[in-house]
């Protein structure tokens, strides 16, 4: 089984600042790790992903996280902080496949609502 | 690329009908999916498609709960008959992933917001 653990429910950050949204995972095997976005009304965007390599991973919108394996944590950060960066963020979780078809599932957690205070 | 197309983007119906939601993945992606989102529970995937052939539907909630892709371009996910409990935003997501690479990111429609009385 895997499964994503957000801690925090809401972050409340002053614009300018630099974020924080934490995740940890659980998934046997090598993970594969995204964080996507969800804006009000609207359905998720991809922001990242961690496959292989180089543990700091960047994506858009300055948005970057960073792959701790030791422990099994992937945060999301951005070092200043907008007010349009206010939404609701998942991070989510699949182990890499061997070959042939087989069941996929990404698992996400439960979202991490984060609110830019002007 | 129009992105996934979902309809309706609301549907308000009353207890006992049935409720179908249509999807239209991004052309060339051959892996769709439904979700479930709701307060209580967050995100849940109710069934995946891989070139238009259930591969996993464990999430699919009970019997009332049907999903179809008669082709590579279209799918539904039908509630009959609907109970309250059944209200939710549902999302479709559309992903060029195979079996064999599941890294490839999802793309996700706007989702329909269903409302069971």
């Known amino acids: 089984a895997q499964s994503v653990a957000q801690p925090e429910d809401q972050v409340n950050v002053a614009e300018g600042n630099p974020l924080t949204v934490k995740c940890t995972y659980s998934v046997s095997g090598n993970p594969y790790l995204f964080w996507y976005v969800q804006y009000p009304n609207r359905g998720l965007q991809f922001l990242l992903k961690?496959?292989?390599?180089?543990?700091l991973v960047k994506g858009s919108y300055g948005f970057e996280a960073e792959f701790n394996k030791s422990q099994t944590s992937f945060h999301l950060k951005k070092p200043s902080a907008l007010v349009s960066d206010s939404a609701l963020y998942f991070c989510a979780v699949t182990r890499r496949r061997g070959s042939g078809a087989g069941s996929y599932q990404l698992t996400f957690g439960k979202g991490t609502k984060l609110s830019v205070i002007p | 690329d129009a992105g996934v197309i979902q309809s309706p983007r609301h549907e308000v119906t009353e207890m006992g009908q049935e409720v179908t939601l249509r999807c239209k993945p991004i052309?060339?992606?051959?892996?769709l999916f439904w979700y479930r989102q709701t307060m209580m529970r967050g995100l849940e995937l109710l069934i995946y498609f891989n070139n238009n052939v259930p591969i996993d539907d464990s999430g699919m909630p009970e019997d009332r709960f049907s999903a179809k892709m008669p082709n590579a371009s279209f799918s539904t996910l039908k509630i009959q008959p609907s109970e309250p409990r059944d209200s939710a935003v549902y999302f479709c997501?559309?992903?060029?992933?195979?079996?064999?690479?599941?890294?490839?990111?999802?793309?996700f429609g706007p989702g329909t917001r269903l409302t069971v009385l």
């Open positions: 997501a559309s992903s060029p992933t195979s079996g064999t690479s599941s890294h490839n990111e999802q793309f």
């Open positions: 052309s060339g992606h051959n892996s």
């Open positions: 961690y496959i292989t390599g180089d543990n």
